[in-house]
């Protein structure tokens, strides 16, 4: 379960910066059966995968990293959102530091998905 | 329907800036089931208002506004993010100028409570 009631505003920048840890998901609230995680990642490439139930919101909080596809990819900087629709393979490619927010289904990151680092254990980084 | 793919990144404050009118709601991306609006508003108080089915996102990218509950109220500002859960009363409170994005299940959104703005149509301000 999460820290914070769904019915209070957070500050993303503010819950991001104080997770103290990389690829740890730290749940920032909950919206019709959808869980929002923010996280740090950096210097860290994950398998290519899908979601099978859900699509899959990316919003950069601070930095930039790149999603690739099966046919191309896409450099995500502040500011920016991408949406990925269920079924379509992807992977996250961090190179500097990114901070940002996710959003899906409730029991779709896992840690075959996540590297390991789902559930907020941490991740040793290993480039 | 919304102009763009979800399977394409957006700027969120790219496209709230070019909306080019005041209340009006455009469409940036669909989320299992949730449609995601951007818009611009200021000067305006909606009508208490509650969601029977949907909570509802709001996500402030540029400005602030304030949000009225029957006990209390926040005051959102750039990068805050508040969840208002299903059937919680609540009002938007806008006086300066407001840049935000709004996430809740299709269907959610009507004339009814949004000012009669909700559709694509011009909404002539009335403080």
């Known amino acids: 379960?999460?820290?914070?009631?769904?019915?209070?505003?957070?500050?993303?920048?503010?819950?991001?910066?104080?997770?103290?840890k990389l690829f740890k998901y730290l749940e920032i609230g909950r919206l019709n059966g959808?869980?929002?995680?923010?996280?740090?990642?950096e210097n860290r490439t994950l398998d290519f995968h899908f979601h099978e139930h859900s699509d899959e919101l990316f919003y950069v909080i601070e930095g930039s990293f790149d999603l690739e596809f099966a046919d191309g990819s896409a450099t995500l900087s502040q500011g920016d959102m991408i949406i990925v629709p269920k079924g379509i393979c992807h992977r996250p490619v961090c190179k500097s530091l990114v901070k940002c927010l996710l959003i899906e289904l409730d029991g779709t990151l896992n840690k075959e998905n996540t590297g390991g680092a789902y559930g907020g254990e941490f991740y040793d980084a290993k480039p």
Chains 1, 2 share one sequence.
């Open 1 to 20: 379960m999460g820290e914070i009631s769904n019915f209070e505003k957070v500050n993303l920048l503010e819950k991001a910066n104080n997770i103290g």
């Open 34 to 41: 959808h869980v929002l995680n923010v996280l740090q990642a």
